[in-house]
């Protein structure tokens, strides 16, 4: 499988060269050359796999066997989910139903894929401990017979989570070195912790005055100063990364599968989709996790519908409802990004979106001429047209065929603070509404749980499915049962756990405390190694205004690494 950029320039890259690139030189995200087109009877047959068997099955489709042997491949991916402290991975939970007695029954049928078992706690570990197995194996296989060592610097920006999986991720690497930005105060406390508290050597925190977006700009700046790139050998590990994409697809197919199993389809069912409706909310930022979803629908996997689930930075959520993909602009001094109680979707533009968009410029394109290559050429002009028009005049609208084919398997919601918060409240305060009800049988199947604790992310996918069950597209008929979603479960409560306790302990409804409601503890909802980070030696380099930040960055990364890299080429000096 070979790989091209979103904008056209770069046409033929190996899997190695697209992962350890990350953006292309033109601005662009890599994209196989095509989508590899899984027939159901064979999706079937993955349907009893354990994570990492399944995991390998889908990535071999993108990784040819000249790159990875499949001994190589196999192992990787199993030392990559074997940090997860579940066998499973990224095991499924029902949700308790609070709507009972509002009438709505597919409110029955709302899941939590809980994405936040490994190290970090958040789902970005999924992508990052395979990206940093990637790495190490690549440069391990490159310095194996050479003289002098080749190593690798890479560059990333955070609102939060990805920071923590990537340092996780690459910890103790031999030959990387890892510079993370983050924006100074913007992420929680516990992230802050979790990612300065790292001491490893290769790993390098930056706190950056600003927003994440600065970082990020910051971070593309670097990338596109093409001397600085190829000195210090740059490489990216933000979502923008091809093999992160590529890592979430597997638990679309192994969910799926999941809520398969729990209600029990006939065997060697040939046809799920005429089965059941399984669709997914997704709690959106960068539009990285659920463009993995994508990728699962174009293999074949029958995934009924994706929800893009926003907080109220909310430009994906506008596209769907408009075609129009817009900045926010700042008004009387008011930051374009607002601060939401979710903040790792704190973003003004998601950088994934870009490969969708490609996707529905050459299916459209498609419709009219067979020329695979003509399609694909128009596809990038469209992005580099559409990426001009957002940098220089905030925004673009895509033609109507586009945007009504966007809305063939995705819809959105946005999710305000207030509701959020509401719904955390409702789903832990709902097992104190229960404690007069009789108690009803369940025949056989798994008791739902009484209570769960979700995290604000989790909790803005969570509402949006709710809001959105009621509206599905496809009307329901009798042979086709009701509709079962996945809510993305993308972080530990822990992780937030300002806002969650917030929302447990102060919006207590007046019934919980005469049942026997206790205000819950930090300890009560966060995992044990989040616990233990408190009091730990801490080590991060600062970056403030005034002055150029991005020449204090490349600064930072001379001082630290700069010896590695000797700004002439070797064979001069
Ligand atoms: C990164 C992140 C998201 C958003 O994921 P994208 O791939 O950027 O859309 C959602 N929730 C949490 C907890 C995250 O860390």
Redesign the pocket.
Known sequence: MRYRSTRGTSTDLSFEEAVFEGLAPDGGLYIPHSIPQTPLSEIHQWSNLSFPQLATKIFRKFISHEEISDADLADIVTRSFGTFSTPEVTPLKKLPNVAVGNGNGDLENLYVLELFHGPTF???DVALQFLGNLFEFFLERRNRNSATKFGITVLGAT????GGAAIYGLRGKKNVDVFILHPEGRISPVQEQQMTSVLDRNVHNVAIEGTFDDCQVMVKAAFSDQKFRRRFHLAAVN?INWARILA?TSYYFYSYFAVLRRIGTPSGASSYAALTKIQYS??????????AGYYAVRMGLPIDRLIVATNENDILHRFFQSGRYEKKQSRNGSEPVKQTL?P??D?LV?S?FERLLWYLSIEDRRSTNSDADVCAKHASANMVQWMRELRDKGGFTVPETIFNSSKGLFTSFCTSDALTSDAITRYYHHQYTLLHEAPKPYHGAERPALAYVL?P??AVGVVAAEQLVATSTTPTTSSIKSTHTICLA??SPG?FPEAVLKAINENAPALSPQRGFKPLTYADIAPRELVALEGLPKRCLHIQSPGDKLDALFAVIEDNVGAQFPAKPLSKL
């Open positions: 958040a789902f970005k609102s939060g989570d990805t979502s979430q997704v709690p959106t930022g960068n539009f990285g996790d659920v463009l979710s790792a979707m973003i998601s994934n995290d992310h989790t993308t972080a992780k």
